[in-house]
Nanobody, 131 residues
Framework: QVQLAESGGGSVQAGGSLRLSCATS????????IGWFRQAPGKEREAVAT??????????SYADSVRGRFTISQANTGRTVYLQMNGLKPEDTAMYYC??????????????????????WGQGTQVTVSS
């Protein structure tokens, strides 16, 4: 059983920055694949970024809409995954969730494009960007 808890959301003006945190109940080595997702009212949930932490090489991937502005990383403690969001736009406004997929077999299976079976989810943190 993996428990996740997001924090760091808030309200900022366009162009501002926020750093979201996802605290995990077990080592990110065991959770293997952590993803950040977001869902805006009336829209489908979309994957924003993923990080593979289940091996010697870390792997990250990003949605086209955030590449170059957002950075996913893990803390040295191995119990927290961050999403640094710079250059925020009003269209980034959404509830942001982190999720874990401990079933991935390899780094290539942990990506925005691959999808995955994220069976563990946090409660979400709201990000609001005003113009």
């Amino acid at each position: 059983q993996v428990q996740l808890a997001e924090s760091g959301g808030g309200s900022v003006q366009a162009g501002g920055s926020l750093r979201l945190s996802c605290a995990t109940s077990t080592s990110t080595y065991n959770t293997k694949c952590i993803g950040w997702f977001r869902q805006a009212p009336g829209k489908e949930r979309e994957a924003v970024a993923t990080i593979y932490t289940g091996g010697m090489l870390i792997g990250t991937s990003y949605a086209d809409s955030v590449r170059g502005r957002f950075t996913i990383s893990q803390a040295n403690t191995g119990r927290t995954v961050y999403l640094q969001m710079n250059g925020l736009k009003p269209e980034d406004t959404a509830m942001y969730y982190c999720a874990a997929d401990p079933t991935v077999a390899s780094r290539s299976d942990c990506s925005v494009a691959a999808g995955g079976s994220f069976g563990y989810w946090g409660q979400g943190t709201q990000v609001t960007v005003s113009s």
